[in-house]
């Protein structure tokens, strides 16, 4: 259980992360969802007791991370794939970290295998690549076989293999009845992977929701109509209360009423079409509506989103 | 959704409180598995023998005059290898620390100990520890090769001269403590380039600028200043300048402390 209190954080006169308050509950897998620059990183940080808040506090099990004499027991977490001395082999990497709290080397085996660098453990991490670094990252964090489970963008750079053992990794943790906190700035990944989301943007809380009502309340059906004469469509569709838009290649866009509707209006009025499709709107649309007000450096978007 | 499962990672029920015996041994085990870092304390070891070797061998073929006779130190001869290993100990010391920061590894250190202190404190007990392991033998290696070349010259000494095995030792514990100041300065600092100016500029930048006084300063100041006292504790024969060995070397002691207090202070409280 991660509880945040009007957590706030300052850098200079810049505010990172702006009065947020949320509780990360055991059980389920928990996304931290938000841009790059929103915050996440600030807030798990303030999590470990690694940055102090300015204001507000954030608990881990109901005390302070710092307060906890066992720390590796409470919380395993992966900050950033590249935190390992280059010179120094994975191996010996997990053995420091584990012999802080008294954890033999025979658990430090464990994790190696769990993650599947048993192969390259004896290696230098500074040649290890980056799927390589974050199993490396996500063995540490698993050590102390943690109550709670902090991790930072952990499939960044690892592949579609990679992602799949991440996902199941993390549901198999939450289903132990673990806290399982994540933090991702690709929607879709955490649909796929969470059962409740926490979305922030410039550092404020945007959502607190279980995924399923994110998913329900971001959906956005369309209906894409192509027809032979698209005024006189889009005059009759309007009359149904439609709210009607034109693409580039004379279809229409509609919204507010099914493909079935469309259909049968269009029918009635013996107007021909040519196309007829269901459009949804994709989550990774919703969640950039929902968060570009609050994104602070947005490049003009080129291409469109990934559905 | 089913996805394949994850490969099985047993339960760990076993204890797991953070202590400072067992941060010790975790920095020892970050210490010792670096490689450049066991290179460099062997590099250091190796250049304090060879110089003992080098500078004994030009003493034998430019002895000192019948004046300068008893003022002539075999010991301190045989050990001024230490001006040079002392850098590359004191260096190590800052690297132990802003090498983590420059890693990001010292966040993974203060989320495993969030308390910090004890990662500072097990830093520099390892440390010293390894830098006596290596140098108390590396300086009596130094002082017998040392007078084994000044006894062609009818020159040397013996461990069992007055002072002679206390500076010996002494070395060796000189060696420990800059590695200590290496260490705040690093922890204080955390970037090598500013920690690694501030140490040079500790050992050398005050004697340069204490020449620049009138002599009745300066003869007053001399002992005081880090490198001159923390070095006495090595001389048999110390100069008029000099603090007292133990004095001296509880000078250099001090100030090793204050930078070791200052960097715990501000451990503490930054944001990593």
Same mark, same amino acid.
């Not at chain 1, 308050?21 to 969802?33: A, E, M």
């Not at chain 1, 950033?80 to 191996?91: K, L, M, T």
């Not at chain 2, 100016?197 to 930048?205: D, N, S, T, V, Y």
């Given at each position: 259980?991660?509880?945040?209190?009007?957590? %706030?954080?300052?850098?200079?006169?810049?505010?990172?992360?702006?009065?947020?308050?949320? %509780? *990360?509950?055991?059980?389920?897998?928990?996304?931290?969802?938000?841009?790059?620059?929103?915050?996440?990183?600030? +807030?798990?940080?303030?999590? =470990?007791?690694?940055?102090?808040?300015?204001?507000?506090?954030?608990?881990?099990?109901?005390?302070?991370?710092?307060?906890?004499?066992?720390? =590796?027991?409470?919380?395993?977490? =992966?900050?950033?794939?590249?935190?390992?001395?280059?010179?120094?082999?994975?191996?010996?990497?997990?053995?420091?970290?584990?012999?802080?709290?008294?954890?033999?080397?025979?658990?430090?085996?464990?994790?190696?295998?769990?993650?599947?660098?048993?192969?390259?453990?004896?290696?230098?991490?500074?040649?290890?690549?980056?799927?390589?670094?974050?199993?490396?990252?996500?063995?540490?964090?698993?050590?102390?076989?943690?109550?709670? *489970? @902090?991790?930072?963008?952990? *499939?960044?750079?690892?592949?579609?293999?990679? @992602?799949?053992? @991440?996902?199941?990794?993390?549901?198999? =943790?939450?289903?132990?009845?673990?806290?399982?906190?994540?933090?991702?700035?690709?929607?879709?990944?955490?649909?796929?992977?969470?059962?409740?989301?926490?979305?922030?943007?410039?550092?404020?809380?945007?959502?607190?929701?279980?995924?399923?009502?994110?998913?329900?309340?971001?959906?956005?059906?369309?209906?894409?109509?192509?027809?032979?004469?698209?005024?006189?469509?889009?005059?009759?569709?309007?009359?149904?209360?439609?709210?009607?838009?034109?693409?580039?290649?004379?279809?229409? %866009?509609?919204?507010?009423?099914?493909?079935?509707?469309?259909?049968?209006?269009?029918?009635?009025?013996?107007? +021909?079409?040519?196309?007829? %499709?269901?459009?949804?709107?994709?989550?990774?649309?919703?969640?950039?509506?929902?968060?570009?007000?609050? *994104?602070?450096?947005?490049?003009?978007?080129?291409?469109?989103?990934?559905? | 959704?089913?996805?394949?499962?994850?490969?099985?990672?047993?339960?760990?029920? &076993?204890?797991?409180?953070?202590?400072?015996?067992?941060?010790?041994?975790?920095?020892?085990?970050?210490?010792?598995?670096?490689?450049?870092?066991?290179?460099?304390?062997?590099? /250091?070891?190796?250049?304090?023998?060879?110089?003992?070797?080098?500078?004994?061998?030009?003493?034998?073929?430019?002895?000192?005059?019948?004046?300068?006779?008893?003022?002539?130190?075999?010991?301190?001869?045989?050990?001024?290898?230490?001006?040079?290993?002392?850098?590359?100990?004191?260096?190590?010391?800052?690297?132990?620390?802003?090498?983590?920061?420059?890693?990001?590894?010292?966040?993974?250190?203060?989320?495993?100990?969030?308390?910090?202190?004890?990662?500072?404190? &097990?830093?520099?007990?390892?440390? /010293?520890?390894?830098?006596?392991?290596?140098?108390?033998?590396?300086?009596?290696? /130094?002082?017998?090769?040392?007078?084994?070349?000044?006894? !062609?010259?009818?020159?040397?000494?013996?461990?069992?001269?007055?002072?002679?095995?206390?500076?010996?030792?002494?070395?060796?514990?000189?060696? /420990?403590?800059?590695?200590?100041?290496?260490?705040?300065?690093? #922890?204080?600092?955390?970037?090598?380039?500013?920690?690694? &100016?501030?140490?040079?500029?500790?050992?050398?930048?005050?004697?340069?600028?204490?020449?620049?006084?009138?002599?009745?300063?300066?003869?007053?100041?001399?002992?005081?200043?880090?490198?001159?006292?923390?070095?006495?504790?090595? !001389?048999?024969?110390?100069?008029?300048?000099?603090?007292?060995?133990?004095?001296?070397?509880?000078?250099? !002691?001090?100030?090793? #402390?204050?930078?070791?207090?200052?960097?715990?202070?501000?451990?503490?409280?930054?944001?990593?």
């Amino acid at each position: 259980m991660i509880e945040a209190n009007r957590l %706030t954080k300052c850098y200079g006169d810049k505010l990172a992360v702006d009065d947020l308050s949320f %509780t *990360v509950r055991p059980g389920v897998v928990t996304g931290f969802l938000g841009p790059n620059g929103a915050g996440k990183s600030t +807030t798990m940080r303030m999590i =470990l007791g690694l940055d102090a808040p300015t204001s507000g506090s954030v608990t881990v099990n109901g005390r302070p991370y710092q307060r906890h004499a066992a720390p =590796l027991r409470e919380v395993g977490a =992966l900050l950033e794939a590249r935190s390992v001395h280059p010179g120094r082999s994975a191996y010996h990497h997990l053995l420091a970290l584990a012999q802080t709290s008294g954890i033999p080397r025979s658990r430090v085996d464990e994790v190696i295998d769990a993650v599947g660098l048993r192969q390259v453990a004896r290696r230098r991490a500074g040649g290890f690549s980056l799927g390589m670094g974050q199993r490396l990252g996500i063995a540490a964090a698993l050590l102390g076989d943690p109550h709670t *489970v @902090i991790l930072d963008e952990p *499939v960044n750079g690892l592949d579609t293999e990679g @992602i799949r053992w @991440i996902r199941s990794l993390l549901q198999g =943790l939450a289903a132990q009845g673990k806290t399982v906190f994540v933090s991702s700035h690709l929607m879709n990944e955490m649909a796929l992977t969470a059962q409740h989301l926490i979305v922030i943007g410039r550092g404020r809380l945007i959502a607190d929701t279980g995924v399923e009502e994110f998913i329900a309340g971001a959906e956005r059906d369309a209906v894409r109509v192509r027809s032979t004469d698209p005024d006189a469509l889009a005059g009759l569709l309007r009359s149904h209360a439609a709210e009607v838009s034109r693409d580039q290649d004379g279809a229409l %866009t509609v919204s507010g009423l099914s493909v079935d509707q469309v259909g049968r209006a269009a029918g009635a009025a013996g107007i +021909t079409l040519l196309e007829l %499709t269901a459009r949804q709107a994709s989550l990774e649309e919703a969640f950039i509506d929902m968060t570009s007000d609050a *994104v602070e450096f947005r490049a003009p978007i080129t291409a469109p989103a990934k559905g | 959704m089913i996805e394949p499962t994850a490969p099985a990672l047993p339960a760990y029920p &076993g204890d797991q409180r953070v202590t400072q015996a067992r941060v010790i041994r975790s920095e020892w085990t970050k210490l010792r598995t670096v490689p450049s870092s066991a290179w460099s304390l062997l590099a /250091a070891a190796v250049l304090i023998v060879g110089f003992a070797a080098l500078y004994s061998g030009v003493r034998v073929t430019r002895p000192p005059h019948d004046a300068a006779i008893a003022g002539f130190d075999p010991t301190a001869v045989s050990l001024s290898g230490l001006q040079l290993g002392q850098l590359a100990i004191g260096v190590l010391g800052a690297l132990l620390i802003t090498g983590e920061y420059a890693t990001g590894t010292i966040r993974t250190s203060f989320a495993a100990v969030p308390r910090r202190l004890p990662v500072l404190w &097990g830093k520099a007990i390892g440390y /010293a520890l390894a830098v006596l392991v290596l140098f108390v033998p590396a300086t009596l290696a /130094a002082f017998l090769v040392g007078q084994s070349i000044l006894s !062609s010259g009818h020159l040397d000494t013996t461990l069992g001269q007055p002072g002679v095995a206390r500076a010996v030792l002494g070395g060796a514990l000189y060696l /420990a403590a800059v590695g200590l100041l290496g260490l705040g300065l690093g #922890a204080l600092l955390r970037s090598t380039a500013a920690a690694v &100016g501030a140490l040079f500029g500790l050992l050398f930048a005050p004697q340069i600028l204490v020449g620049f006084l009138p002599s009745s300063w300066s003869d007053h100041i001399y002992g005081y200043l880090p490198a001159p006292a923390g070095i006495a504790i090595t !001389s048999v024969r110390p100069d008029p300048t000099s603090l007292p060995p133990w004095i001296g070397f509880g000078v250099f !002691s001090l100030y090793t #402390a204050i930078v070791l207090t200052l960097a715990a202070w501000r451990l503490r409280r930054r944001d990593t």
